[in-house]
Every structure is written in structure tokens, then in C-alpha cells.
């Protein structure tokens, strides 16, 4: 058990529709880190919060948004979905995340089928 | 994209055989960090090399890496059935984040 945890652990949903995955980091770690994983794409990194503010970007859609609250949870939001967003996605925290040597710790993840 | 490559692809041994993972990276790292996924589930840190470093142990885990060559390898000795799983190679590059680049994934299969 890394302690980070992921709600749910699956989603079914329809195209065109919303849905908001939460996370909650290790106990201390100020960086959040959200994933996606699919079968044509592997694991691709989304986007980074460290102590609530944007860190870092890498490929996530215009139609997906994710914040990083103030007790640190975090949550990603994607709309509009279409099948290709069917995937695990992840969720991984590290106590810093800034600048320095930081192990990442992963969450079981959110199962999302759209159908 | 793919930062890292792993090789092989897949790989299928016995109990008790060591099993030998390679990855490859494109551009400069501050460490390297292995990871294991048992099938759909999430992933669990095995280790992590720091770019100053060239080999590391952790229990039967055995990580080299060349930063001259851009790889590392992931050696499991003495192998189980309970480590059948995928691997994973991540690299943290020299960037505003830590954000990982993952590499594509080696299954390994190790038959009782």
C-alpha cells in the first residue's frame, strides 16, 4: 500500500459526458502527479501540482483539467469524453517534487471505460 | 512520447533463473526509477538511481546505470512466480518538474 489513494476505482461513463477522479497523497507530500495509461499510448504524464500550484504540463488535453486543493487532494477533471479517453489513470505523490531527487508514489488508479 | 525503451519486450523464464531488463533513455536524467505493475493494477517503486550513481542493490534487485550510453538495467535474481509483472524504466529528466517519462513496458513471466 503506497498510501496514496484513488476514487473511484472504476467509471463507466458515456461519450460527450464529465467526470472528476480524486486523489489523495502520501500523508506530507506536497506534489501530486496525475498519469494516464492506455494500450496505444502507454504511461504518459498529465500534469504536476506542487503545494497547490501548477508544476509542470505534459500531454493533456484542453479538455481535461486537474487542481490541487488546499489539505492537498487533488482532483482531474475530463469532459467532453470521448472512447479514446477509456484508460487507467493514475495518480502519484512525492514529498517535493521542486528541484530535487524525489521518489514517486503511485495510487491504484481509476479504471474509466466510455462508452 | 517515450523517453525510455525497454528490452525486451517481453521475457519468459523459470523459477529460480535471474531475469534481465534494459532500458534506454534520449536525453539527460536526474535519476532513473524502476517500477512494477502487476496486470491492471497500480504501480509499485522497486528503486531508484540517481544520475551520479552507477549501481544499486536492493534485495534481489540489481540496477546499473550508464549515463554515457543513456541506459540501465534491472537485473531480479534468483526469480519467482510473484514476480511476474511488467517493469517499467521511468526517468526523471533535468526539467522545471519531476515529471517521469515512462518507457513502453517489459512483461516478464516467470513460470513455477
Known amino acids: 500500500d503506497s498510501g496514496v489513494t484513488q476514487t473511484p476505482k472504476h467509471l463507466i461513463t458515456a461519450t460527450g459526458q464529465r467526470v472528476t477522479l480524486r486523489c489523495s497523497p502520501r500523508?506530507?507530500?506536497?506534489?501530486v502527479y496525475w498519469y494516464q495509461q492506455s494500450l496505444d499510448q502507454g504511461l504518459q504524464f498529465l500534469i504536476q501540482?506542487?503545494?497547490?500550484?501548477e508544476r509542470a504540463k505534459g500531454n493533456i488535453l484542453e479538455r481535461f483539467s486537474a487542481q490541487q486543493f488546499p489539505d492537498l487532494h487533488s482532483e482531474l477533471n475530463l469532459s467532453s469524453l470521448e472512447l479514446g479517453d477509456s484508460a487507467l489513470y493514475f495518480c502519484?505523490?512525492?514529498?517535493w517534487g521542486r528541484g530535487r531527487t524525489d521518489t514517486q508514489y503511485f495510487g491504484p488508479g481509476t479504471r474509466l471505460t466510455v462508452l | 512520447s517515450q523517453q525510455g525503451e525497454e528490452d525486451p519486450q517481453a521475457l519468459s523464464i523459470q523459477e529460480g533463473e535471474n531475469a534481465t531488463m534494459n532500458c534506454s533513455y534520449k536525453?539527460?536524467?536526474?535519476?532513473l526509477q524502476w517500477y512494477r505493475q502487476n496486470s491492471g493494477r497500480g504501480l509499485v517503486h522497486l528503486i531508484l538511481?540517481?544520475?551520479?550513481?552507477r549501481e544499486k542493490h536492493s534485495g534481489r534487485l540489481r540496477v546499473t546505470l550508464d549515463t554515457s550510453k543513456k541506459s540501465s538495467s534491472l537485473l531480479i535474481t534468483a526469480s519467482r512466480a510473484a514476480d511476474t509483472a511488467s517493469y517499467f524504466c521511468?526517468?526523471?529528466?533535468?526539467?522545471?518538474?519531476?515529471?517521469?517519462?515512462f518507457g513502453g513496458g517489459t512483461r516478464l513471466m516467470v513460470k513455477p
Open positions: 502519484a505523490s512525492s514529498p
Open positions: 521511468a526517468t526523471d529528466a533535468r526539467s522545471a518538474g519531476n515529471m517521469l517519462t
Open positions: 538511481i540517481r544520475s551520479n550513481e
Open positions: 501540482y506542487y503545494n497547490g500550484e
Open positions: 500523508s506530507g507530500d506536497l506534489s
Open positions: 536525453t539527460s536524467i536526474n535519476n
